[in-house]
């Protein structure tokens, strides 16, 4: 799971990634994938980058879920990106190690 304010987000086994309110254990928001969430979503400079298994990164606002923007590589995403020095770094099952502007 990744925070973000007063909030958990995590992907799930259910295609969804959920935002939870740690004060109250509401969900706040949920956005649907196409398959599975494996690897933990991560927060920068409020947007929430999360892959999925239908081969997607997705970056949504982490405060309401709102999609921005996919990026679709050629296999299933089960890792965590990561984001160093703005550029989100994440791995697919087609071998290959991307590197995305933030």
């Given at each position: ?30 956005y ?7 690897g ?15 081969g ?6 982490a ?22 020095d ?10 290959s ?6």
């Open positions: 799971p990744a925070h973000f304010e007063n909030t958990v987000i995590a992907g799930c086994a259910d295609n969804n990634i959920y935002s939870v309110d740690i004060r109250n254990g509401k969900s706040s928001w949920q649907t994938t196409e398959h599975q969430v494996n933990s979503p991560a927060v920068y400079k409020d947007m929430l980058y999360c892959g999925s298994v239908d997607n990164l997705y970056c949504l606002d405060k309401t879920g709102r999609f921005q923007w996919s990026f679709a590589t050629k296999g299933p995403i089960t890792s965590t990106p990561i984001i160093y703005d550029v989100i770094y994440l791995s697919s099952f087609d071998h190690i991307y590197a995305l502007p933030a």
